[in-house]
């Protein structure tokens, strides 16, 4: 079984930055991607960004040119660094991933996200 544990929330005031990280354990499945959503109360799950095993990377319009996402695939681990925070990014942001069986292949035009973190909390205040 795939396991995300995800880490780096906290609370920061507007302007500010946070650096969140998710390591994922298990070798017996392919990873074919890894990446973040977010969650505000009383709002839809929405993709923050996701990265391609191959490197392709995907943002929400809202946080393009303020977030990174990078990935360390050796340690199957994947990083979000978000800067210029405001309250509108305050939300419980989830790491997700794409793995798949050693016998099936990756996409290069879609993703999948069959496994999820616990969470971890981001607070702007202004």
């Known amino acids: 079984q795939v396991q995300l544990v995800e880490s780096g929330g906290g609370s920061v005031q507007t302007g500010g930055s946070l650096k969140l990280s998710c390591a994922a354990s298990?070798?017996?499945?392919?990873?074919?991607?890894m990446g973040w959503y977010r969650q505000a109360p009383g709002k839809e799950r929405e993709l923050v960004s996701f990265?391609?095993?191959?490197?392709?990377?995907t943002y929400a319009d809202s946080v393009k040119g303020r977030f990174t996402i990078s990935q360390d695939r050796l340690k199957n681990t994947v990083y979000l660094q978000m800067g210029s925070l405001t309250t509108e990014d305050t939300a419980m942001y989830y790491c997700?991933?794409?793995?798949?069986?050693?016998?099936?292949?990756?996409?290069?035009?879609?993703?999948?996200?069959?496994?999820w973190g616990q969470g971890t909390q981001v607070t702007v205040s202004s």
């Open positions: 997700a991933a794409d793995y798949r069986y050693l016998y099936d292949r990756c996409s290069l035009s879609s993703w999948r996200t069959n496994y």
């Open positions: 298990g070798n017996l499945f392919r990873n074919c991607g």
């Open positions: 990265i391609r095993d191959i490197g392709i990377t």
